[in-house]
């Protein structure tokens, strides 16, 4: 439905921007009154206001710039006109390199009907890739590109008629009487504007003509931030002009450039310290850790806070390491395994830990500044390589199972590069579970991580390898699979289904990395982990050096057992 209204009621303007109608599923009608709450939210703003100067004044700037660029209007308040007012307020982020303060629209409060404006919009669907797989792609690329849409959401405007239904109530000073004004675009804070936004920008991108252009609109925006790349100077300069060009069409500025290569985004148009050119500072990327000139990837633990021994404080802990591509997964799992042990022990979330666990806890959180000094190199294929080959890892233990995916590159001078692209794992079922079943969980979590990467990665792939250490799983993976019990023919049948003709290997223990997966270690001896960062020392070499299949018992465990019915035929004799 929301995909009919944008392509039914979405227009241009004579300078390019694009006007959209709010996707609303129920009638403004069921709005009640909303003016008193905007007022008593400004007051309080007001009162904050006092004690905190350089706050209202950062605020009053905002509010003026809003006025100024035309994105809001004053208007009147007029009690027969159907309207709804959005109470704002301010949240200040130190970690911005641009915008300090950031003014929250709350469009989810509601009216006197308890009818908010968010209530009445429809959401919209998903329109680009998502985060992993931007991602991805992002360490496929030697020369990468970033920026960000300035101010994305403000560039669309909103059709008068919906106006009224995003309101605010303003003044510069106490002393003022307050004013009405509304607001004339995209609004974040309100339940359509994030698809309204990035459907507009996928619009750019499919009325680009050039090809490739187009697919990175389309594919390489998360949000508002561009994140792309390509193999050679000359093409990610493209990407920066043409890029740049298709979306200035529709007033959108595309900023704070930064790039691993100066030549990439030096021009005249720009100013350094909006390109972060030659800067040793870290950044973040789609929330991933940067740097720039050495072009590795880091891990920030100075801001993580561990506030009380309670399980809430452990989860928390945990979710503040933003690790989307599973390089840190064998110190994460180790934390996820202590987490389920407090499941385990029934402990409400805010009830003391106890003392043994505590002492596991602060054993791992202490060790957590070593991940500061690590650094990943981001980019995961050799440079003019000719062949890439990805292989899988997969392994259980009675605690956890999962698997890691290794890019091997090598270009014609025989140089052979092999780099960890993306671990995912999984804490084994509190309920007891036979090893070779989670050696077959684990096989699947390779088999659908691979689908992940290979469905975001823009490269051909030679070969794909599947490795395990259970024959017992290789042996399953050669049988039929209506041959086998149901919750191993079922896994079996999907990984089958999926590989198709891929090899499955077999690799021993000791040489398999994802062996740290399902383990665990320690985190401050994941820096000196090479089977870890670059797999295997084997796949370095030719294929005829890598390990040989063991034979593979015909006796497996969760066969069916074949049932044979003789049938003879029966003479009858009548006396």
Known sequence: MCKEHFIKNTTRLQDGRFCVRIPLKQSRDNLGGSLQRAKL????????????????????????????????????FDPR??????????????????????????ASSPTTSGISYNNLQLVGPTVQDDLLSILLRFRQHKYVLSADVEKMYRQIVVHPDDRPLQQIVWRNDPSELMKAYQLNTVTYG??????????????????????????????????????????????ALDIHNKVSSELATAGMNLRKWKSNEPRVILNNNNSSLDLNIGSTEPCKTLGLSWQIESDELYFSTSEIVLNNFTKRGLLSVISQIFDPLGLLTPCIISMKILMQKLWLLKLTWDEQLPSQIIKLWLSIVENLSFLNNLRIPRSVICNQYINVDLHIFSDASQVAYGACLYVRSSNNKN?????????????????????????????????????????????????VIFWSDSTIVLGWLKMLPNKLQPFVRNRVAEILEKTGSFTWRHVSTDLNPADYVSRGTNINQIHNLDLWWSGPQFLKGDMSSWPANPIVSDKLPETRSEISLVVTDQKKTFN
């Open 81 to 106: 006109r159907l309207a709804y007012f959005i109470p704002h307020h301010g949240v200040i982020r130190e970690s911005s390199l641009t915008t300090k303060l950031r003014v929250v629209f709350n």
């Open 190 to 235: 309100t339940a359509s504007a994030p698809y309204l936004a990035t459907r507009c920008l996928k619009q750019i991108g499919m009325d680009c003509k050039d090809d490739k252009i187009s697919e990175i609109i389309i594919h390489d925006f998360y949000v508002d931030d561009l994140l792309t790349g390509r193999d050679s100077i000359q093409d």
């Open 41 to 76: 939210c400004l007051l309080s703003l007001e009162r904050r206001f006092k004690g905190q100067p350089k706050f209202k004044n950062n605020y009053t700037q905002f509010m003026s710039e809003y006025l100024t660029l035309g994105h809001m209007s004053e208007c009147s």
């Open 415 to 463: 140089n052979v590069m092999v780099r960890l692209l993306s671990a995912k794992s999984r804490v084994a079922p509190i309920r007891p579970t036979t090893i070779p079943r989670l050696e077959l969980c684990a096989a699947l979590v390779g088999v659908r991580l691979y689908e992940k990467v290979i469905s975001s990665l823009r490269i051909q792939v030679r070969s």
